[in-house]
């Protein structure tokens, strides 16, 4: 079982990066897909989710309207396209595949917002 992230990087305030996550060794389809992140001496934490078969979305307050989940199940991908970026946004991000039965995470892709 893998996760792969990137697309991260530094990005100045207001600017956008999309982060990819790749899959492979599990039914992708039927997992729930969640994007994390951790900052710096923070608790990690949930910023979108994207639900197998309903496709049911869920967005941190924090993000909403600046964050946009998808995924391609043909390609066993999520992505997150991030746009408007803020200093508060530098973190850690981590790719979570999640079923009733069983979890997996990346290793997570770096983002820094920073002028």
């Known amino acids: 079982v893998q996760l792969v992230e990137s697309g991260g990087g530094l990005v100045q305030p207001g600017g956008s990066l999309i982060l990819s996550c790749v899959a492979s060794g599990f039914a992708f389809s039927r997992y729930d897909m969640n994007w994390y992140r951790q900052a710096p001496g923070k608790e990690r934490e949930l910023v979108a989710s994207?639900?197998?078969?309903?496709?049911?979305?869920y967005y941190v307050a924090s993000v909403k309207g600046r964050f946009t989940i998808s995924r391609d199940n043909a390609k066993n991908a999520v992505y997150l396209q991030m746009n408007s970026l803020k200093l508060e946004d530098t973190a850690m991000y981590y790719c979570?595949?999640?079923?009733?039965?069983?979890?997996?995470w990346g290793r997570g892709t770096q983002v820094a917002v920073s002028s």
């Open positions: 994207m639900a197998a078969y309903t496709d049911t979305i």
């Open positions: 979570h595949a999640k079923n009733w039965a069983y979890d997996y």
